[in-house]
């Protein structure tokens, strides 16, 4: 008996926590935050056919909670407004981001062939047409983009299938040198291009493989991005602050922990296909899924705090996962204010720019230079009057040495190189990791106004202006 009374209550369980899954949030806007103060919540509920049959549900069924990022109070906030498939389909943007390094001209159980074919390249693009062509009535947005060392724009935005499907003839074998695979890159530039977007953001990735930089991989800079590295992290905060939905489909190949745990926190999905019909198939469910979304809409608690977390419920049953979301503020006021408040802080803020930019603050030379901050000294010039300019930094001081002295330098002393190029132009070079401008670099190309940063010390490069 003690054994059945155990089983019921484990199936009960279960059954219980199945249905806490039933509801999600796959995405917040809060682009029109300034303008109405409001953010929209976009949720996904897991049996939306059968409620399209026996009824959906309305504003009273929903409810939201928000938090504070590190406070543990929950506080219930209204809803305004509640649309079953949010936004009109002209104001839902997709990004196709198609992985086309070396390894996806394999075949589908990773051995080498020349077969067309039988490559895996080849029933993506079968998969995408037969969506283009299913989807063919639909005006949402789509953009294809495709990477490997490089990242190349295949088709622009457009609602044309016709164009979408022209694009996908482009697609070519990558060369040796061309078969790495930028995948954190690819995602950073695919998330810029869809944040200038309003609406409903959907970043749709296929890859083969992981992330296999060029510059790490290769021991040598990219020939576009040097040896600048991205973090998945900072994806992730990109991702939050812009609403973007990030579903993964990993292809002929296993799941990748970490890009289906981003796409889980983003509100999407991941998916593993290993044939043409298993790839389509996941194509058109996130289509179908974005497709029956509903978007609520709130006034969130006046706050300072730029990031927040929501849950919502339906019912006063089904909670979805918590979801946590960054959210910009002008000024450090709430979003809560008159639009015309807005008006004028901008107005007075161009005011104080041009004012700001018009006041020479500085003496300008003219020479190249660096500018010392911190350190022995409040402010120090460096002239920069060699094809090579070596300096030591350290905690105490900074000074200029030569060769013969790099053998002689203290273990708390970080060299670093300033080369002048045949062209003119300007490199660094530094014998351990230093940050410049923010990213941490051991050697790079210099532009004016670049921020060398040694422990305490900040270092700026400076040229004097062409017309000097």
């Known amino acids: 008996m003690k054994k059945i009374l155990f089983s019921l ?129 639909n005006n949402d947005s789509l953009s294809i983009v495709s990477f490997n060392t490089n990242i190349k724009t295949l088709a622009p935005f457009t609602d044309s299938r016709s164009k979408l499907r022209s694009a996908l003839e482009s697609i070519s074998r990558p060369e040796p040198d061309e078969a790495y695979t930028e995948l954190y890159r690819a995602m950073k530039e695919a998330s810029d291009s869809l944040s200038l977007r309003k609406g409903r953001k959907v970043l749709i990735l296929l890859t083969d493989g992981e992330n296999y930089s060029y510059s790490e991989n290769r021991k040598e800079p990219h020939p576009v991005y040097g040896n600048e590295l991205i973090d998945l992290d900072d994806i992730e905060t990109e991702m939050q602050k812009r609403g973007i939905s990030l579903y993964t489909i990993h292809y002929a190949r296993a799941e990748d922990p970490e890009l289906s745990n981003l796409s889980d926190r983003t509100g999407g999905l991941s998916y593993t296909a290993s044939s043409g019909t298993e790839l389509l198939s996941a194509y058109k469910e996130i289509h179908e899924r974005i497709s029956n979304e509903f978007r609520l809409s709130y006034k969130p608690a006046v706050s300072a705090a730029r990031e927040r977390s929501i849950k919502v419920t339906l019912n006063d049953t089904e909670t979805s996962p918590e979801y946590s979301f960054l959210w910009e503020i002008f000024w450090g006021l709430s979003p809560l204010l008159s639009w015309w408040v807005y008006l004028i802080l901008i107005v007075l803020s161009l005011v104080l720019i041009l004012v700001i930019h ?68 300007y490199s660094l070079k530094a014998d351990e990791e230093i940050m410049v401008n923010n990213k941490t670099v051991i050697s790079r190309d210099l532009e004016p106004g670049d921020v060398i940063r040694s422990g305490e010390t900040v270092i700026i490069f400076e040229e004097p202006p062409e017309d000097q």
Request: with cysteine; glycine share 6%.
């Open 358 to 425: 018009r006041t020479p603050f500085e003496k300008v030379y003219a020479f190249p230079h660096l500018e010392l901050l911190g350190g022995e000294a409040d402010k120090t010039i460096i002239q920069i009057s060699q094809d090579k300019t070596m300096i030591a930094v350290s905690r105490e001081q900074t000074r200029v040495m030569d060769e013969t002295e790099i053998g002689s330098m203290n273990s708390d002393e970080t060299g670093i190189t300033i080369i002048r190029g045949p062209e003119g132009k």
């Open 9 to 137: 209550i484990i199936l009960w369980c279960s059954q219980f926590l199945g249905a806490q899954q039933n509801i999600t949030i796959t995405g917040v806007d809060s682009s029109e935050m300034l303008l109405n103060g409001k953010i929209h919540v976009y949720v996904s509920l897991q049996n939306i056919e059968e409620l399209k049959e026996s009824g959906l549900p309305g504003l009273e069924d929903f409810s939201l909670t928000e938090k504070e990022s590190l406070m543990d109070e929950w506080s219930q906030q209204d809803i305004r407004d509640l649309q079953f498939n949010g936004v009109n389909q002209d104001q839902i943007s997709f990004i196709l981001l198609l992985d086309n390094s070396g390894s996806m001209y394999d075949t589908i159980n990773a051995r080498p062939t020349e077969n067309s074919d039988e490559q895996r390249i080849h029933f993506v693009t079968k998969a995408l047409e037969d969506l283009f062509y299913s989807t063919s009535e």
